[in-house]
Every structure is written in C-alpha cells, then in structure tokens.
C-alpha cells in the first residue's frame, strides 16, 4: 500500500469536486447571523471549518474560487504547488511544505475571491494538507472555474488555466 493510499483509508477521506480527496475534520456547532456577514454571503455561516485534503501523482485541485481566506497547513508527503489569479491578473505560486530553503512555508493563506489550483510538486507522490476557513466553507460560496472563461480572463496565463482546468 503507497503512504497516499494509506492517508486517504486512515482518515476516511473521499473524492473532491476539484480533484484530490477530503473530509471534514471540523465545522462550529455555532453560526454567523447573516446581517454580521459581508453582503457577499447568502446566509448565515458557521463560525469556522476545517478539512484534510490530499492529491496524489498527476492529480490536481482544479482551478476555483470562494468567498473566503483559505488557510492551508502542511501535514505530509511533497510540497503543494498553489497558482494563485488575483483579479489583476497578477500570477502568485505558493508553496506548502516543510523545506523551509526551498522557499516552502508549513502555512499559507489563498486570499477571498481569488483564483487559485493545487498540484503536489512531485507527480510519483502525494501531499496532504488541512485548509480551515471562517467564516465557514459553504457549497454556495465556491465556483469551479471554467476554462474558456478563465483563458480569456487571463490569456496570459492560458498554459496554466489549460493543465489545471477539467472543464470547458
């Protein structure tokens, strides 16, 4: 058994609309009243989520947006390459992980409403991180970025958008 496949077992975790696997490890039991939200929320929100998320080989997180700062911690395996669109246009790679002289940081933050794709950096290995978000992550705050859009948005970044879309 590869140690991926061991992780994805050992922590239950499932496919993600996005590539990879997850699951949640943690949703408040408690909520944000929506008049105490930016007007960008549909409703209330809880006050804080948290998954385990893990890609693996050639797998990737498609690129997408939410209406909240992402924070991604580094648990295991390679680094996590994060391509980052703001709506300049402006291309940022973050990299997770451990090896600090690499440049790498064990967390980093993906700002709200920003364009943004995972991939491990080695694609014979894996990479497993946490993202927690708050207020909480909800399927009505998340938008799967389609490719057409998003090349003629940022043709300059057409590459990028082509490997780590799956939809046109």
Same mark, same amino acid.
């Given at each position: 058994m590869n140690d991926a496949q061991h992780w994805i077992e050992q922590l239950a975790l499932e496919r993600h609309p996005e590539g990879g696997y997850y699951r949640e490890s943690y949703r408040s039991g408690e909520s944000i009243a929506p008049s105490e939200l930016p007007n960008r929320y549909s409703g209330a929100r809880q006050y804080a989520t948290a998954i385990y998320y893990l890609l693996e080989g050639e797998d990737f997180s498609a690129?997408?947006? &939410?209406?909240?700062? $992402? &924070?991604?911690? !580094? !648990?295991?395996?390679? $680094?996590t390459r994060l391509h980052l669109l703001d709506t300049s246009g402006t291309y940022t790679l973050l990299k997770l992980g451990a090896n600090l002289g690499n440049g790498e940081k064990p967390q980093v933050t993906v700002p709200a409403g920003t364009w943004f794709a995972a991939e491990p950096s080695d694609k014979h290995a894996f990479t497993l991180a946490g993202c927690t978000l708050s207020p909480g992550f909800d399927f009505d705050d998340f938008e799967m970025g389609g490719r057409q859009l998003l090349c003629g948005q940022f043709p300059a970044h057409a590459d990028l958008i082509q490997r780590l879309t799956r939809s046109s």
């Amino acid at each position: 058994m590869n140690d991926a496949q061991h992780w994805i077992e050992q922590l239950a975790l499932e496919r993600h609309p996005e590539g990879g696997y997850y699951r949640e490890s943690y949703r408040s039991g408690e909520s944000i009243a929506p008049s105490e939200l930016p007007n960008r929320y549909s409703g209330a929100r809880q006050y804080a989520t948290a998954i385990y998320y893990l890609l693996e080989g050639e797998d990737f997180s498609a690129f997408h947006r &939410i209406l909240t700062d $992402e &924070i991604w911690h !580094y !648990y295991a395996g390679c $680094e996590t390459r994060l391509h980052l669109l703001d709506t300049s246009g402006t291309y940022t790679l973050l990299k997770l992980g451990a090896n600090l002289g690499n440049g790498e940081k064990p967390q980093v933050t993906v700002p709200a409403g920003t364009w943004f794709a995972a991939e491990p950096s080695d694609k014979h290995a894996f990479t497993l991180a946490g993202c927690t978000l708050s207020p909480g992550f909800d399927f009505d705050d998340f938008e799967m970025g389609g490719r057409q859009l998003l090349c003629g948005q940022f043709p300059a970044h057409a590459d990028l958008i082509q490997r780590l879309t799956r939809s046109s």
